[in-house]
């Protein structure tokens, strides 16, 4: 049972760790291909990657070309599913880390209460 649940950590934190990875990559390459495509600098064309895949959108830069236009498209359909992930992935280590101590905690209290009983 021990080597289960030391397995099921190691693939929450594969996934934590891939969810990480995979968001990074899309950031940069998404910067880069912007830059590129739009002519943007740099930093512009970060800001406006990390500005659709987290869906706020302020607007004060787009696209101005048709292939800019046509990758944003496709770029923020796996993006932002791609940031989904990412937080789920999260909330899942999160919730699990939560049940895991609130679980030890009422362990400990019904082990204290059947002591004190006996």
Same mark, same amino acid.
Request: aromatic residues 18%; glycine residues 6%; hydrophobic residues 50%.
């Given at each position: 049972?021990?080597?289960?649940?030391?397995?099921?950590?190691?693939?929450?934190?594969?996934?934590?760790?891939?969810?990480?990875?995979?968001?990074?990559?899309?950031?940069?390459?998404?910067?880069?291909?912007?830059?590129?495509?739009?002519?943007?600098?740099?930093?512009?064309?970060?800001?406006?990657?990390?500005?659709?895949?987290?869906?706020?959108?302020?607007?004060?830069?787009?696209?101005?070309?048709?292939?800019?236009?046509?990758?944003?498209?496709?770029?923020?359909?796996?993006?932002?599913?791609?940031?989904?992930?990412?937080?789920?992935?999260?909330g899942?280590?999160?919730?699990? /880390?939560?049940?895991? /101590?609130?679980l030890?905690?009422?362990?400990?209290?019904?082990?204290?209460?059947?002591?004190?009983?006996?």
């Amino acid at each position: 049972m021990g080597e289960d649940i030391k397995k099921k950590e190691i693939d929450l934190f594969r996934s934590f760790a891939f969810a990480i990875v995979i968001l990074l990559i899309l950031i940069f390459v998404g910067a880069i291909i912007y830059s590129h495509i739009e002519e943007w600098n740099y930093l512009d064309s970060l800001y406006f990657t990390v500005v659709t895949l987290t869906t706020i959108g302020y607007g004060e830069i787009v696209p101005q070309t048709n292939l800019g236009k046509i990758f944003t498209m496709f770029f923020s359909f796996f993006g932002i599913a791609m940031v989904f992930y990412f937080f789920s992935v999260i909330g899942k280590y999160v919730f699990k /880390k939560t049940f895991e /101590k609130k679980l030890e905690e009422h362990h400990d209290k019904l082990l204290k209460h059947i002591k004190e009983n006996k």
